[in-house]
């Protein structure tokens, strides 16, 4: 074969693995879309890097913070949370997060921010959307942006997942890469449930106030869904990626789980029922079963467990969608346990899944 043959051919075949390769990146799945934005975090570590070297801040380094869009979207948030509780404390006073950069507090943490930032930089944060994509139900997508910042309260959320979704983390140097990506994976699976959040709406369709108001509540579980999905499966631990005592203390939740199922069901069983119709108070108790990682996570993820593990993920997904289908599932797998003699479970009355039903 001659020069120019072989020259002729290996071109051919490179234009044809460029085609194939365009070919698979048009088809490619546009359901998750991810990517980490450390603007804020980065315009707070500049400065910390001077006033370590007894440098004189600028203003243009405090523009870079405030006008970088992890901040902007922070300011957004706060000034939502103002609105919707008519709160205005809750605002975010630029002042106030000055005073907090500029504190000898701040400056002590630097390197060890620091060295937390380069290591999130690391993560994979759309492989950790693809790992929960899995546990969702067809058509949910999880476009997002993952802020880490430094910011002076400790808490990480999820905001505005109808249109622009978020993931913000609080740069916190006891959270390792993995843990970073397990708390990313977690709020993943919430923004992919929020996109086929109509699906939940068409399923409740006709149902009474008082079962929708309890429908609300029991969508809770959801967190126990994402604790599952986060992990990967029902047979990985979901603090595997955490601290041991953080880990311990899970354990102890679950261990629980009977006497939390029964006050749960109580709860639930009050407004699906028309007893529990004030909703300041229905706030008040139902917050109280969230605590760092309560019962709407622990029960949620041991029964989305139990079904996984006996009936498979496919039967998870179908009643994530319908909480009233979820409770009734579960009992399935734990009436089947009982029958087998291996454990007996606690289990939801019939009485709740009927209330959570019924129509107008």
Same mark, same amino acid.
Not at 261 to 280: C, P, Y
């Given at each position: 074969?001659? =020069? ?9 075949? /490179?234009?044809?693995? /460029?085609?194939?390769? $365009?070919?698979? $990146? ?18 707070? /570590? &500049? ?12 203003? +243009? ?14 300011? @957004?948030?706060? *000034? ?15 002042? @106030?997060?000055? @005073? ?40 949910? +997508? ?10 002076? &309260? ?9 249109? *622009? ?15 970073? %990506? ?5 709020? $993943? ?20 106030? *008082? ?67 004030? %909703?300041? =108070? ?36 179908? $009643? ?26 606690? +289990? ?5 899944? @009927? ?6």
């Amino acid at each position: 074969m001659s =020069v120019r043959v072989r020259h002729t051919i290996s071109l051919a075949l /490179l234009i044809a693995g /460029l085609v194939v390769a $365009c070919a698979a $990146c048009a088809g490619a799945s546009p359901a998750v879309r991810m990517r980490i934005d450390t603007s804020e975090a980065d315009a707070v /570590l &500049a400065i910390l890097a001077r006033r370590g070297h007894a440098e004189p801040v600028r203003e +243009r380094d405090w523009a870079r913070l405030f006008e970088s869009t992890a901040f902007r979207r922070l300011e @957004a948030r706060e *000034d939502a949370i103002a609105k919707l509780f008519a709160r205005p404390q809750r605002r975010l006073d630029r002042r @106030a997060f000055r @005073a907090f950069v500029e504190s000898d507090s701040l400056l002590a943490r630097a390197p060890a921010l620091r060295r937390t930032l380069a290591e999130w930089r690391r993560a994979d944060a759309r492989a950790s959307a693809t790992r929960v994509l899995a546990w969702l139900p067809a058509g949910a +997508r999880i476009h997002a942006t993952v802020y880490p910042v430094i910011k002076p &309260a400790s808490n990480s959320f999820v905001f505005d997942t109808d249109r *622009d979704p978020a993931i913000f983390m609080f740069v916190d140097p006891a959270l390792s890469r993995p843990h970073f %990506e397990n708390t990313v994976a977690h709020e $993943c699976h919430h923004i992919g449930f929020a996109s086929v959040s109509a699906m939940r709406d068409s399923i409740e369709a006709g149902r009474s106030a *008082d079962a929708l108001a309890a429908l609300g509540w029991a969508g809770a579980f959801g967190e126990g869904f994402a604790m599952l999905a986060a992990a990967g499966g029902p047979d990985v631990h979901p603090k595997a990626t955490c601290l041991p005592d953080d880990r311990a203390e899970w354990d102890r939740n679950v261990a629980r789980f009977g006497d939390d199922l029964r006050s749960l069901q109580a709860f639930l069983l009050d407004i699906a029922e028309g007893r529990l119709r004030n %909703e300041s =108070v229905r706030d008040s108790i139902g917050g109280t079963f969230f605590g760092v990682q309560g019962p709407w996570y622990t029960v949620g993820w041991a029964m989305a467990s139990r079904i996984a593990r006996d009936a498979g993920r496919e039967r998870v997904i179908e $009643c994530m969608l319908d909480p009233a289908a979820f409770l009734e599932a579960y009992n399935t797998v734990a009436e089947a346990h009982e029958r087998s003699g291996t454990e007996r479970l606690a +289990r939801w009355s019939p009485e709740l899944i @009927a209330a959570l039903k019924r129509k107008r």
